[in-house]
């Protein structure tokens, strides 16, 4: 059976940190990444790794905040979140691209999604 299952999220203050996994069986998965949905909002990338891990993409909202890993041993997939805001709240979402090894962005580039873990930060 394939599955992405993601875990870490919580509640945190503004300016904590969360780290969230996502751990992958069933297959391989080539480029990854994660994107976030908050209340009333479209999905959108956060951020997003090639299957060598040397290429990443960050949105500009968490550049420089949050930083996107990978353990193709594990067959898992990190992002710690630092600084973290009360924008930063959502539903984040673990998502594999069976097709491609490099860094993509889009929905429409991903065939396997995680069920979400929720992402909760207090002001």
């Known amino acids: 059976q394939v599955q992405l299952v993601e875990s870490g999220g919580g509640l945190v203050q503004a300016g904590g940190s969360l780290r969230l996994s996502c751990a992958a069986s069933?297959?391989?998965?080539?480029?990854m990444s994660w994107f976030r949905q908050a209340p009333g909002k479209e999905r959108e990338i956060a951020a997003a790794?090639?299957?060598?891990?040397?290429?990443?993409y960050y949105a500009d909202s968490v550049k420089g905040r949050f930083t996107i890993s990978r353990d193709n041993v594990k067959n898992s997939m990190y992002l710690q979140m630092n600084s973290l805001k009360p924008e930063d709240t959502a539903v984040y979402y673990c998502?594999?691209?069976?097709?491609?090894?490099?860094?993509?962005?889009?929905?429409?580039?991903?065939?396997?999604w995680g069920q979400g873990t929720q992402v909760t930060v207090s002001s």
């Open positions: 998502a594999g691209s069976s097709r491609t090894t490099y860094v993509r962005r889009t929905i429409s580039d991903f065939d396997y």
């Open positions: 069933g297959r391989t998965f080539y480029g």
């Open positions: 790794i090639s299957w060598s891990g040397a290429d990443t």
